[in-house]
């Protein structure tokens, strides 16, 4: 059993070879640019600690990591052409720096050799991790359509968004857990309750992550507090608001969604603080959290075992930055 | 042993059940509105016919037929984008119709519908017929990078373009052609010998593509004659002319490509006339051709099962639109 830590240095050091060819330099420089600027890694080490929780790594979950993070890296590319993204992880973002053309195409490319890696692994699973790879790509794209419209629309369903960041953020995470269950040796049930455990930990984590833009402490968080604010952004927090702000506080916050007051983000997270936004964020990233983690107890492994997901859970969803 | 007729209408009848779910709609919609405008198939069908060249049609090649033609449709998606081409056969392109954020992702989702009906296809031939087609799709990636790359550039060499139309274009056709060859139980110097046939007549279809452009009769050709000569698009017939030129052919040549004349069609075919551009572009064309015929003639079949690949070559080159 090895530690996120460990394997995250593991899997960046097989993942810094370099995916593309020399030629032509216009198509594949981009990806080169956009794979070093780094990341986390999250992806593909649930990928190898689903793998691990019941048997040593197999060959192939080193591929099938590399596939995963491979087709992460494609949907960020394109994701920050349809936001007009100026920048990611702090440097220009690969439409800015080479044209929306070119941007478009190394994603695609991007995508073509994450399967170029899945297609690596040898015969005995290829029919079902390819499937779930499938089934979960397409998702993924469901979900930022979805989070599209959602732009464009002035009200949306707390079970909307939900399901929006089901499909644009935790189906990756359960899917990567469970194709490493599967190539651990991992019968249906366990695979399944992975499954359920990645579903919950990444709505949990989205609960977080909307949960710092207003209430993170500006001296941790990473990016500017209060941008999903400013840009009108649907997050758990703002629809929870919509929903339950009443009298003052409901037409103050509409008319704050609709005109850019120079204090906009101290008022709105007043009226988050008055609605009892913030204390209903934290219940329900617990909620998901633990849900996540009784999925995780069911697992027929030695609890032993469970601890590095555990910690990796634990991480994810009570950062402050 | 059946005809292209035949098997273009029976892969049209499977192709047109729907592909896609029915929610989200804002995603799906416009893949179905793209697909229904319809389309030859020519490279499906070269599949099949790849297949029956040598045996029964496998029920597997009707999935790989299905996923190179919706692969096709995913280029043609996003090289309009690329391109900011407002009509695809005659009717408003996706990002036209439904927005450039949209198209893009439309076109993701139809890619990875692709990998779905390759997915489809039984374990036996699995890798293999990955490998290929990621291999082919990659380079396509990269033929459109190179047509992209030339755009900016005031001069591209014969060579250059070759490789650029070789990856664009004949390497799907070759790739179709060899994986139902595959499929239908060819040995590999079989497979090699439909595939250089497939790209060899992808060049020579390409040839004619850029002579019709400029010497195509008007009554017949579907679309405007002229076209590549008012966007200074790079051809077969402008790189031969700009190489073969001389003295005021040369300049008026050069002249005509820096300001937009009235009559610069006119004024540029009849550079291309008396600069023989026509003739050898025709014998270009011939060469090509030619050189298909002969691998299609080495593959060790009995020539009788040769005949409907030999009729749709002819029909692919012969085109008078």
């Given at each position: 059993m090895q530690s996120f830590e460990s394997l995250s240095q593991q899997f960046a050091e097989r993942f810094s070879v370099d995916h593309f060819p020399a030629t032509p330099p216009t198509l594949y420089d981009p990806n080169r640019y956009f794979l070093q600027l780094g990341g986390k890694r999250v992806r593909p080490v649930l990928c190898l600690m689903g793998n691990e929780l019941f048997d040593d790594i197999n060959p192939d979950s080193w591929e099938v990591a590399t596939a995963i993070e491979l087709f992460h890296n494609f949907t960020l590319i394109h994701d920050d052409i349809m936001?007009?993204?100026?920048?990611?992880?702090?440097?220009?973002?690969?439409?800015?720096?080479?044209?929306?053309?070119?941007?478009?195409?190394?994603?695609?490319?991007?995508?073509?050799?994450?399967?170029?890696?899945?297609?690596?692994?040898?015969?005995?699973?290829?029919?079902?991790?390819?499937?779930?790879?499938?089934?979960?790509?397409?998702?993924?794209?469901?979900?930022?359509?979805?989070?599209?419209?959602?732009?464009?629309?002035?009200?949306?369903?707390?079970?909307?968004?939900?399901?929006?960041?089901?499909?644009?953020?935790?189906?990756?995470?359960?899917?990567?857990?469970?194709?490493?269950?599967?190539?651990?040796?991992?019968?249906?049930?366990?695979?399944?309750?992975?499954?359920?455990?990645?579903?919950?930990?990444?709505?949990?984590?989205?609960?977080?992550?909307?949960?710092?833009?207003a209430f993170g402490d500006p001296e941790k968080f990473g990016k500017q507090v209060g941008g999903d604010i400013k840009a009108n952004k649907k997050t758990f927090l703002l629809i929870h608001a919509l929903e339950a702000a009443t009298g003052g506080a409901a037409s103050e916050l509409r008319q704050l969604l609709d005109n850019d007051a120079p204090d906009k983000v101290a008022r709105v997270t007043d009226i988050y603080r008055a609605c009892g936004v913030d204390a209903w964020a934290r219940e329900l990233k617990e909620t998901y959290y633990n849900q996540a983690l009784g999925h995780l107890d069911d697992v027929a492994v030695l609890s032993a075992r469970k601890a590095p997901l555990k910690e990796l859970a634990a991480f994810l969803v009570q950062r402050d930055y």
């Open positions: 936001d007009a993204a100026p920048l990611r992880r702090g440097m220009p973002t690969v439409h800015e720096k080479f044209g929306a053309s070119t941007a478009l195409l190394a994603g695609d490319v991007m995508l073509v050799a994450a399967y170029e890696s899945l297609n690596r692994t040898s015969g005995r699973y290829v029919h079902f991790v390819n499937n779930l790879f499938n089934k979960t790509a397409r998702e993924v794209c469901e979900g930022q359509q979805l989070d599209m419209d959602f732009e464009k629309q002035s009200s949306v369903s707390f079970e909307a968004y939900l399901q929006m960041i089901n499909l644009k953020t935790s189906v990756l995470l359960a899917a990567s857990l469970r194709m490493g269950a599967l190539l651990g040796g991992a019968g249906e049930r366990n695979q399944n309750l992975l499954y359920e455990f990645g579903r919950k930990l990444g709505l949990a984590f989205q609960v977080q992550d909307d949960y710092l833009d």
